[in-house]
Structures are given as C-alpha cells and as structure tokens.
Nanobody, 121 residues
C-alpha cells in the first residue's frame, strides 16, 4: 500500500487547510487511517484517525472541534480538514494506514511521505 499525502502549505493563523491522503489500493476501505504530525524537535504525535469498519473517528484532545477526518472510499482518499489553525499546528503531517485504529504510531504499517503545514502568526 502506498500513501500519498498532499494539501499542505502556508496559511495564516485562523485559516484552514484540507489535507488529502490517497492510497494506491482499491481495498483502502479495509484499513484504519490516521494522521500524525511532527514539529521540529518534537516527537511525532497523533492527530486523528478513522476506523474502516464503521468510520468512527478519533481525535487528539487539542484537535477536537477544529479538525475533522473523513474518508471517501470510492476515491481511496482520506481527508483532514483543519480549521482555526494556530502557529503551534505547524508540522509535517503524515497519514498512515493499518489494520486497527489506534492513537499511537506502532499499529500503522503503511506511511505516506508527509506534507508540510506552516501556520504564520
């Protein structure tokens, strides 16, 4: 499974971005998909995840109410809608896919290359 993350860029604080994670397999709907991010000098942290079986969504506390994860199985794509962005959201955002949904990186077997999000103040 190959994942292609895109949609990052430079945005002012308070702005919005939509990240996309496109998969190379038609069975993408069978995978749980998550977004993680890593800021310079910091560890990779969980952002959000969506289950494959019932599309239940999960969020890190600091993203609740601002970020929304969704999936379009027909397009083999998972999206991360980010609103009310803050400078502390600046990071490289990675999408990942695995058999089970989890707020940690280890269960996810497949990773995209990352897309840079920069939020200016």
């Amino acid at each position: 499974v190959q994942l292609q993350a895109s949609g990052g860029g430079l945005v002012q604080a308070g702005g919005s971005l939509r990240l996309s994670c496109a998969a190379s397999v038609r069975t993408f709907s069978n995978y749980a998909v998550a977004w993680f991010r890593q800021a310079p000098g910091k560890e990779r942290e969980f952002v959000a995840a969506i289950n494959w079986i019932d599309t239940t969504t999960y969020y890190a506390d600091s993203m609740k109410g601002r970020f929304t994860i969704s999936r379009d199985n027909a397009e083999n794509t998972v999206y991360l809608h980010m609103n009310t962005l803050k400078p502390e959201d600046t990071a490289v955002y990675y999408c990942a896919a695995g058999a089970v949904v989890a707020p940690s990186a280890r269960p996810y077997k497949y990773w995209g290359q990352g897309t840079q999000v920069t939020v200016s103040s």
